[in-house]
């Protein structure tokens, strides 16, 4: 049997929970490290028909209006508003956020709910000169077909949200592969949201495959009826999936790693600086992609900041625990290995000459509580781990010389990967060299504010190893639709173009 809490929080929707499988998949509750839940899991066959359902969906699909798909998104917000709550709750048992950032996610996916409403009605092409008289040249954007996507656990029903709200105004099924470690929001996310679908007779273009990586999430990537496979992780899976949907000729929309940096100058307001960095360091436990996870800061208010920033993780200490109390500021990993990766950076740290300013340890209670870390490393010596991106709450910082913004910025590039950035400044001058062409090199560059927290309104997503995608808002629906260009000949000749003479 389910948990009692998973079953209250189904009950709570309307659902039913899904009934325990004996050797089905096992879910846990990383509060506690319980097993809730015991989910059955699709086997290849068992996904493939729900591809070639959703691939039936998209030839219908394709030919509805946009402004009535974006009705239909419109009622899948809705639902959400109506069922707000429990889901958030689902999302703090099962993935163990703290229920206000767990309730954010689920707003997250009302917000981009609203905003592919919108977009259904204004999505559009452009029209252009044509060099020949009486010619008229146009682009038209159609729906691209199914689209797979693969969800991460650290956002398990949001970014699935992302993506679908503008995947469905644009035209296209969702097919969607969620982490194993999260399955059950997917589940309930599923349940709640696809008789929306079912109602308009298009219930088949959302469809839900848990299964294994290699057996069934490959096959998945691997079959050219997804022409768009949109994959949030790792970077260390996205050079998996990128190679092989490159070797069909498919397109990605790669969501992967980072490894996000706050620069502090000599002119930055440090209270709002150590608030900013706390949060985005030690939010969600340091597990979001974009978490700030490494500080550089003008050595003359170095010892000033870090003050201040030791001071606010002295306090986020007393308030770790259970994420369902909304007291507390920070919740446990994910699990097991989670926490031994943390251990083991931390071992590093110390090898390595890091000096822990506070934090390092594990908390001595059941599930995967772990305290978050600052760590100075040794001046003008390389520190590896630092470039590495460490799925915990572990802030490194490094000290800059006071007039050397460049140098600064040069460190915060020399990283793989290049999500998102920050500077906390009061120079104009810094912040227009922060995000000048020789500044940031990440897809999200802010000031004064940190690395973490984007709005749907704006393109999510970063460059160089981060796998250059970008979803949500601006023009991101673009990947979810093919682009033509049309021209037409409204003149009674046939002009060549480039003045082409063929007679
Ligand atoms: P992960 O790479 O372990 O798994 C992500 C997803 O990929 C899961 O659904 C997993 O089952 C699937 N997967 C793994 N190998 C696969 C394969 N060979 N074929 C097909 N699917 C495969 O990542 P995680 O631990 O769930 O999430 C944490 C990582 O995700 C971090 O690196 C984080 O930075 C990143 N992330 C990035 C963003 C972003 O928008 N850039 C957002 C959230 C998380």
Partial sequence: MPSQEVKEIFEAMGLVAPTDVE?????????????????????????????AAAHAAFLRLREVPGPVRGELVRRIGERLRQHKEPLARLVTAEMGKGIAEALGEVQEMI???????????????????????????????????????????????????????????CGDPVVWKPSLKTPLTAMATHALLQPVLAEAGHGDAMQLVIGPDVEVAQALVDDPRFPLVSA????????????????????????????????????????????????????????????????????????????????????????????????NLVGPLIDADAR??????????????GEILVGGRVLDRSGYYVVPTVVAVPEGKEFPLMDQETFAPILYVRRFGTDDLDGAIAVQNQVEQGLSSAIFTDSVRAAERFWSP??????????????SGAEIGGAFGGEKATGGGRESGSDAWKAYMRRQTCTVNGSNALPLAQGIRWE
């Fill in 23 to 51: 050797g089905g998949l096992a879910v846990e509750d990383p509060s506690c490290g319980e097993i809730i839940a015991r989910v059955a899991q699709d086997d290849r066959e068992a996904a493939m028909a729900k591809v």
């Fill in 111 to 169: 917000d981009i709910c609203d905003f592919a409403t919108g977009l259904s009605r204004s999505l559009g092409g452009r029209t252009m000169l044509s060099e020949r008289p009486g010619h008229r040249m146009f682009e038209q954007w159609h729906p691209v077909g199914s689209v797979l996507c693969i969800t991460a656990f650290n956002f398990p029903v949001a970014v699935w949200a992302w993506n679908a709200a503008l995947a469905f105004v």
């Fill in 232 to 327: 949030t992780g790792s970077c260390a899976m996205g050079r998996k999936v990128g190679p092989r949907v490159a070797a069909r000729l498919g397109r990605t929309l790669l969501e992967l790693g980072g490894n996000n940096a706050i620069i502090v100058d000599a002119t930055a307001d440090l209270d709002l600086a150590a608030r900013a960095i706390a949060f985005g360091a030690a939010g969600t436990a340091g597990q979001r992609c974009t978490t700030t996870r490494r500080l550089l800061v003008a050595e003359s208010v170095a010892d000033a900041l870090v003050r201040k920033v030791v001071g606010a993780y002295q306090q986020l200490a007393e308030r770790i625990g259970d994420p369902r109390d909304p007291a």
């Fill in 340 to 353: 031994d990766q943390y251990v083991a950076a931390i071992e590093r740290i110390e090898a390595d000459g």
């Fill in 438 to 451: 020789a500044g940031s090199d990440c897809g999200i560059a802010n000031v004064n504010l940190g690395t």
